[in-house]
């Protein structure tokens, strides 16, 4: 993409107007509106908000998101169902208090009643009396693969849900509607399973040691060396966890006197790395290109906070695919954005990764974009790899940069080996490197 292509987008109103010359909603988005390109038949019945993009410059598709609208009624019912346990657990909090009830949970010590609260506030009232209530459909534990269906260990709790003891039994065949195995490596055969057994009886389940002392094997690099060509950067470099990869790699790169623009519904490792780092974090509205373009604006119009010198760098930070809201991040316009205010982008993709575009790389490749206007890629093993652990890919400069700065980088232990040949193989497999179809039709079986 071209910097005259990007202010086209952003001068110009085609990124606000539809294709039948709509006007967009405040928000930049379309409501209402549909430009599927799907046949009618996958259309959901009740599609209400549609985010609606289309910029023949950037690229051909017409870019489109539906979102069903909770129904007003199942609305009502879930907020009368939350003010109904409200009261009661104020009730029942009272009964408690007059020690009418048992209270299980945390309690001040009685010679610190006169100290400030350290348990007492609202998500601990959440917990005990909302959470506790419903806490056996969360963290079962499970037994077998997490495939399409699954095994549980059954259990049964004697006093509401407060502990739970085994009852011996297994719950088999249980439909599976959470687990992230989105392409289905994560099995206990098969080609993946098989590769991590020989590598497992080659290297062993663990290393014992950090890269930068004795932890760096030979398939550390073999996996970093394939990490790049997948995403067709010009260096990687991988960590033993996803989480890790966000709270660890951000503080490295930002600190005082650079600001970060972080998406309003960014992950939690986001979060952390950010308030870790140091740097003022300012939050956009989900998604919204008006919204970050005046936090640029302002930005640059003021710089920092007293003493107006110019930031030193503004990272934004976005993810692929939002994991709760399933949206997709507006790339070419997140682009278009950076390059005309000079900020730089760190893109997420633990969720879009191997699972989104015509090749399985991402939402980059979904949108037909050059990876090397993303500055710092991420991305996690955890999802469409059924593995473990994250990635960080981009320029040399950066990679050699991070090898030496980051703390999980230098800190912590590094991967386990048939974790590492689990990533090679199932993304060998997506790439098509094994000599078979197998990656692109489970890909393509997802996106469509
Ligand atoms: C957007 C995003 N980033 C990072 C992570 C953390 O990854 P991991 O679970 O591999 O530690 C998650 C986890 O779901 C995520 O959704």
């Given at each position: 993409?071209t910097?005259?292509?990007?202010?086209?987008?952003?001068?110009?109103?085609?990124?606000?107007?539809?294709?039948?010359g709509?006007?967009?909603?405040?928000?930049?988005?379309?409501?209402?509106?549909?430009?599927?390109?799907?046949?009618?038949?996958?259309?959901?019945?009740?599609?209400?908000?549609?985010?609606?993009?289309?910029?023949?410059?950037?690229?051909?598709?017409?870019?489109?998101?539906?979102?069903?609208?909770?129904?007003?009624?199942?609305?009502?019912?879930?907020?009368?169902?939350?003010?109904?346990?409200?009261?009661?657990?104020?009730?029942?909090?009272?009964?408690?208090?007059?020690?009418m009830?048992?209270?299980?949970?945390?309690q001040?010590?009685?010679?610190?009643?006169?100290?400030?609260?350290?348990?007492?506030?609202?998500?601990?009232?959440?917990?005990?009396?909302?959470?506790?209530?419903?806490?056996?459909?969360?963290?079962?534990?499970?037994?077998?693969?997490?495939g399409a269906?699954?095994?549980?260990?059954?259990?049964?709790?004697?006093?509401?849900?407060?502990?739970?003891?085994?009852?011996?039994?297994?719950?088999?065949?249980?439909?599976?509607?959470?687990?992230?195995?989105?392409?289905?490596?994560?099995?206990?055969?098969?080609?993946?399973?098989?590769?991590?057994?020989?590598?497992?009886?080659?290297?062993?389940?663990?290393?014992?040691?950090?890269?930068?002392?004795m932890?760096?094997?030979?398939?550390?690099?073999?996996?970093?060396?394939?990490?790049?060509?997948?995403?067709?950067?010009?260096?990687?470099?991988?960590?033993?966890?996803?989480?890790?990869?966000n709270?660890?790699?951000?503080?490295?790169?930002?600190?005082?006197?650079?600001?970060?623009?972080?998406?309003?519904?960014?992950?939690?490792?986001?979060?952390?790395?950010?308030?870790?780092?140091?740097?003022?974090?300012?939050?956009?509205?989900?998604?919204?290109?008006?919204?970050?373009?005046?936090?640029?604006?302002?930005?640059?119009?003021?710089?920092?906070?007293?003493?107006?010198?110019?930031?030193?760098?503004?990272?934004?930070?976005?993810?692929?695919?939002?994991?709760?809201?399933?949206?997709?991040?507006?790339?070419?316009?997140?682009?278009?954005?950076?390059?005309?205010?000079?900020?730089?982008?760190?893109?997420?993709?633990?969720?879009?990764?191997?699972?989104?575009?015509?090749?399985?790389?991402?939402?980059?490749?979904?949108?037909?974009?050059?990876?090397?206007d993303?500055?710092?890629?991420?991305?996690?093993?955890?999802?469409?790899?059924?593995?473990?652990?994250?990635?960080?890919?981009?320029?040399?400069?950066?990679?050699?940069?991070?090898?030496?700065?980051?703390?999980?980088?230098?800190?912590?232990?590094?991967?386990?080996?048939?974790?590492?040949?689990?990533?090679?193989?199932?993304?060998?497999?997506?790439?098509?490197?094994?000599?078979?179809?197998?990656?692109?039709?489970?890909?393509?079986?997802?996106?469509?």
């Amino acid at each position: 993409m071209t910097e005259s292509s990007a202010n086209k987008l952003l001068n110009g109103d085609a990124c606000h107007r539809t294709s039948n010359g709509k006007r967009s909603s405040k928000n930049g988005f379309v409501k209402n509106h549909c430009v599927f390109q799907q046949p009618q038949k996958y259309r959901r019945p009740r599609e209400k908000n549609q985010n609606v993009t289309r910029n023949s410059s950037l690229y051909k598709k017409p870019f489109s998101e539906s979102f069903e609208e909770t129904p007003l009624v199942v609305a009502v019912l879930t907020y009368m169902g939350y003010g109904i346990l409200t009261v009661f657990g104020y009730l029942r909090d009272f009964l408690r208090y007059w020690s009418m009830e048992k209270c299980n949970v945390a309690q001040e010590k009685e010679e610190q009643k006169d100290f400030v609260p350290l348990y007492q506030d609202f998500e601990n009232f959440y917990t005990r009396n909302l959470y506790m209530r419903i806490r056996d459909n969360w963290n079962r534990p499970i037994c077998s693969v997490p495939g399409a269906k699954m095994d549980l260990v059954e259990r049964a709790s004697h006093d509401y849900n407060w502990t739970f003891e085994d009852t011996g039994r297994v719950v088999k065949d249980v439909i599976n509607m959470g687990s992230y195995n989105y392409l289905g490596f994560a099995e206990n055969t098969g080609a993946c399973a098989d590769a991590a057994i020989e590598v497992t009886q080659k290297y062993g389940p663990g290393v014992g040691s950090t890269r930068c002392e004795m932890g760096n094997l030979d398939i550390h690099e073999e996996l970093e060396q394939l990490v790049t060509r997948f995403l067709g950067v010009e260096s990687s470099l991988a960590f033993g966890m996803g989480f890790a990869t966000n709270s660890m790699n951000i503080p490295a790169l930002t600190g005082k006197g650079c600001l970060i623009l972080s998406d309003e519904l960014n992950h939690a490792s986001l979060v952390l790395g950010a308030r870790l780092s140091g740097s003022p974090i300012r939050v956009f509205k989900h998604n919204n290109m008006i919204s970050l373009e005046k936090l640029l604006r302002d930005a640059i119009a003021h710089g920092q906070p007293r003493t107006h010198r110019p930031w030193k760098k503004i990272l934004i930070v976005v993810e692929g695919i939002y994991s709760m809201e399933g949206s997709i991040v507006r790339l070419p316009e997140v682009i278009a954005l950076k390059k005309r205010y000079k900020a730089y982008l760190y893109l997420d993709e633990a969720h879009s990764i191997g699972a989104l575009g015509p090749n399985g790389k991402g939402v980059v490749d979904y949108f037909g974009l050059d990876p090397k206007d993303v500055d710092i890629m991420m991305g996690t093993f955890t999802k469409s790899f059924g593995a473990a652990g994250g990635y960080i890919g981009g320029k040399k400069e950066l990679i050699d940069y991070l090898r030496r700065h980051s703390h999980s980088a230098l800190y912590a232990t590094s991967m386990s080996p048939p974790v590492i040949q689990q990533i090679i193989t199932s993304m060998k497999i997506i790439m098509g490197e094994d000599g078979t179809t197998l990656g692109r039709c489970q890909t393509m079986a997802l996106i469509t």
